[in-house]
């Protein structure tokens, strides 16, 4: 079980939850492959697939441990990616093109010129057989993902940045700067609007009737696709919320939460309660990345550790050390602390050493 975590300083982190150890949660890899910031990461059951600024695609093998690969299709920055099972991996990038490639021997299968500026989204139809596109040119386009052709195109008011099928394949969504809107498949049409203050920054479908919202602000917001009402809404971080997942844990929702803060943070989620105490709790803060800004990931699955202590990380030019667990009475929920950075004390040492060079220099004089 893996959490992924792709990161603005080039660096890939992985974690993972290792059940009935001291330590529930260990840092797993990192891979430092790509020459610009991350903006994509896709995962399946043996690959990290990661898209960048450098216009690459860098595989990772999650079971060796070991880079796979690049996939060099694209002349721009991806900007999304997706997986299909493990036979299959769609790709965007701002030159417009949708890449479709074959898993098994990482080959392309389909380059298509999707739209005439960026694709800026694409979500895959639960079937496999309908892909979901938009992109810079204000146009939304549905994909016959069998015979590799465009099958509708609808023009829209604005660019839209965000596009999403829901769990069951019966509707999707798009999200066109703060406003969300639910489209039904039947007939293509839009059945409802939600519209909050701030830009929209990632939506997730808790169930097929339920969507949460995170923009650039601290709260997660649930809403009801078919009233369009917020169910409720609940601070999360102190900074700008940068993505959002959500998986089932033993019938229960969790929901995963990525922040300008430098935080993830892992929650149990129960709508059917009424008190939003109740409804929400934070369980564990995975870790602290205060010098790495920026977050986008997606998880796999993910386990709980119960006690995090004394754990040192080291990779990709950082070292972490847990020193210590605290539990906040508000809210409940623990907060691993990383106090810690090799790369400051690099620096010291660099420092240290200088001065003594220069100390020595002036005792020869």
């Not at 008011?157 to 829901?166: F, L, R, T, V, Y």
């Amino acid at each position: 079980m893996e959490l992924v975590a792709g990161c603005y300083e080039q660096v890939l982190f992985g974690f993972a939850a290792r059940p009935g150890e001291a330590c529930g949660l260990t840092p797993d890899f990192t891979n430092h492959a790509h020459t610009a910031s991350l903006s994509a990461v896709a995962v399946n059951s043996k690959y990290v697939v990661t898209g960048s600024r450098d216009e690459s695609i860098q595989i990772y093998d999650m079971r060796k441990k070991v880079e796979h690969g690049a996939l060099l299709q694209h002349n721009g920055t991806i900007t999304c990616l997706e997986f299909y099972g493990t036979a299959h991996l769609l790709s965007g990038a701002e030159d417009g093109l949708i890449c479709i490639w074959n898993t098994k021997r990482w080959e392309c299968l389909k380059s298509i010129k999707a739209h005439k500026g960026h694709v800026t989204s694409l979500s895959i139809h639960p079937s496999g057989k309908l892909a979901l596109s938009v992109g810079t040119d204000k146009t939304l386009r549905t994909w016959n993902l069998v015979e590799g052709r465009s099958a509708f195109i609808k023009n829209l008011k604005q660019n839209a940045h965000i596009i999403k099928w829901s769990p069951n394949g019966e509707k999707y969504v798009t999200v066109i700067t703060n406003k969300v809107d639910i489209y039904k498949l039947d007939t293509a049409s839009i059945t409802g609007t939600i519209t909050i203050e701030k830009r929209i920054s990632s939506i997730r479908f808790i169930t097929d009737s339920v969507l949460a919202i995170a923009g650039d602000d601290e709260i997660i917001r649930f809403y009801s696709c078919d009233s369009q009402k917020c169910l409720c809404e609940f601070k999360a971080h102190e900074n700008r919320i940068k993505d959002i997942y959500s998986f089932e844990r033993e019938g229960q929702h969790v929901i995963v939460t990525a922040s300008s803060d430098g935080y993830i943070k892992v929650w149990n989620l129960d709508l059917n309660k009424k008190n939003i105490n109740q409804i929400v709790e934070c369980f564990v803060i995975i870790i602290n990345f205060k010098p790495l800004v920026e977050f986008y990931f997606f998880v796999v699955l993910l386990a709980v550790a119960n006690h995090l202590k004394d754990l040192l990380f080291k990779g990709g030019g950082y070292s972490y050390k847990v020193q210590k667990t605290v539990l906040l009475k508000n809210s409940d929920h623990r907060i691993i602390e990383l106090l810690r950075l090799e790369k400051i004390l690099k620096i010291i040492k660099s420092i240290t050493i200088l001065c003594t060079f220069i100390s020595c220099i002036f005792k020869q004089f």
